[in-house]
């Protein structure tokens, strides 16, 4: 090949590289720019849901609806943002390597936000109509909430697993068959450090204790009970700090399952606050009718302590009409159970509404409840 002919091959592939590195740049710019657009158009997301989906309801159901939503629309324009921002990815495809490369964090964040956003959907619609279509049915709320709400999230999590390895091209299911005939085998050779990780799964799931809280445990039928501070859960064992001695206690965690643990640092109680106020004043019958309403509803309350409510109907000092302060505790073994309780205060809240208009009871109801923390009696 002569010299003119070594040149003009040069100067087609220096063509060829520039027109690729165009090309390159290009889909880049226009990625870069339907980022730019998920940004923006995640943060309406929210806005247009709601938008779809109101005009849709009866008037009646558009409040409860407003309840389901308003904790979850962050948690929904994150999801709607990353899955815009996925699907944009795509313009990248005719690049194997960048557009791999991409794909995995892309991917997981998108896997993560949206299964975020179910978990964040079911518990709402637990909180807001399970618990209404329990009472309706005539079924006591209990803690079974929070044990079809973990699994559940047990099931989502493990169905954003999947799906993930599924979108990486990772047969998971494949690889949890293969694990589960060589773990037999490990099995038997391990079987006290699988009891010790199975009692801390347990821990770490049921929550009977965390770190930070003193509980009170025994460990000797023939000794006292240990009583301290949980210092740490680990891997193989729990520390618990005694408090008279300053010793540490270390317990393997397979043992502390299986002890009776109480949990002094949960023994307190929520005190909430209910006050309505009628406009006129009431007679001596309708005074009797509002305690009898308000008694029968809190009464029904799964979580109350019972004989905890106190009703005192007065004349307020600013202004003309009558005021009813009721208050009771309520009590639970953790914030999450509390939550459920503070979710049917509200259904009872609007049952005693609804009983006493039908009286001709005219009144407001002031919002928000209040609730104030108060220790329980050791």
Known sequence: MDISGLFKLLSQLDGNLQQSLIQIAFRLVIFVVLVILSLIIGRFVPLLVNFLIVRSLPQRS?????????????????????TLIALSLSILQVY??????????????????????VSRLVRQAIRVYGIQLLQQLGQDLNDLTLIVETFANVLIGFMAVTMFAQSQNFNLIT??????????????????????????????????IVPGEYVRVNFNPEAEDAYGRVESIGIRSTKIRVAAHNTLIIVPNSVMVAKDIENISRGKKVMALL???????????????????????????????????????????????????????????????????????????????ARLKKYNLSFDMEEPTIYVDSPISI
């Open 62 to 82: 558009r409040s409860n609806y407003q309840k389901f939503v308003e904790p979850i629309r962050q948690s929904m324009a994150v999801a709607g943002t990353f």
């Open 96 to 117: 194997p390597g960048l557009f791999n490369f991409l794909r995995f964090f892309l991917y997981l964040a998108t896997t993560i936000s949206v299964a975020w956003l």
């Open 175 to 208: 690889l949890i068959t293969g694990l589960g005939v060589g773990g037999v085998a490990v099995a038997f050779a391990a079987q006290e450090t699988l009891r010790q990780l199975i009692g801390t799964l347990v821990l770490y799931l049921d929550r009977p």
């Open 275 to 353: 006050y309505l106020d009628f406009p006129q004043a009431l007679t001596q019958q309708e005074e009797a009718l509002v305690r009898q309403i308000v008694q029968d509803s809190t009464d029904k309350l799964f979580g109350v302590d019972t004989g905890s409510t106190r009703i005192g109907i007065f004349q307020p000092e600013d202004r003309v009409g009558t005021r009813a302060r009721v208050s009771f505790f309520m009590v639970g073994s953790n914030e999450d159970s509390i939550g459920l309780r503070k979710r049917a205060l509200e259904i009872a809240s609007a049952s005693i509404s």
